[in-house]
């Protein structure tokens, strides 16, 4: 069977990290993600708040980096979870089992957070794209004489 699904929107909040009783870091977060098509009658876009759930370092990753209101990809499997209300009424709810979260803007400029192109769930020793310094030592070098036109 195939469960898989990415969706791209902005987080409604900051990320909830929370621990587990044996340590297990686990965020909770929302996406909001704009529908493809605008509705007849008013001609606007809807919008779908869709729950997110991240373990381990992926929950770390996007409690440390992410923040509301930052674009975010998200790739995971859809989950529903069957539970019972305090007045005793039986409720489903759909959420998104995260295996990765990409960044999905540019780094802000303001210095809050910070931004990457970078998948969660890797080392934490990774370097930012943008903090290259543009130095000898970043591996690029400038194009004196490109015309802009494509070899091919």
């Known amino acids: ?9 902005r987080l409604t909040r900051d990320p909830e990290l929370r621990h587990t009783q044996s340590g297990t870091a686990v965020a909770s977060f929302t996406v909001a993600v704009d529908r493809d098509f605008k509705d007849k009658a008013t001609g606007e876009r809807k919008t779908d708040f869709i729950d ?12 440390k980096y992410f ?3 930052r674009m975010a990809v998200v790739e995971g ?3 529903l979870r069957d539970w019972t209300e305090k007045e005793g009424n039986k409720r489903r709810s759909a959420e998104i089992l995260v295996s990765s979260v990409y960044f ?15 998948k969660a769930g890797k ?22 004489d490109d015309d802009g036109d494509l070899p091919f």
Request: charged fraction near 25%; hydrophobic fraction near 30%.
């Open 77 to 79: 499997r859809l989950q």
């Open 1 to 9: 069977m195939l469960n898989h699904i990415i969706v791209m929107g």
């Open 104 to 118: 999905g803007d540019s780094k802000p400029k303001d210095g809050s957070g910070s931004g990457s192109e970078t």
């Open 52 to 63: 997110c759930v991240a373990w381990r370092s992926t929950g770390e990753f996007v409690a």
């Open 123 to 144: 080392d934490d020793d990774f370097q930012l794209p943008g903090d290259f310094g543009g130095g000898s030592d970043s591996g690029f070098a400038e194009l004196m």
């Open 67 to 69: 923040g509301k209101g």
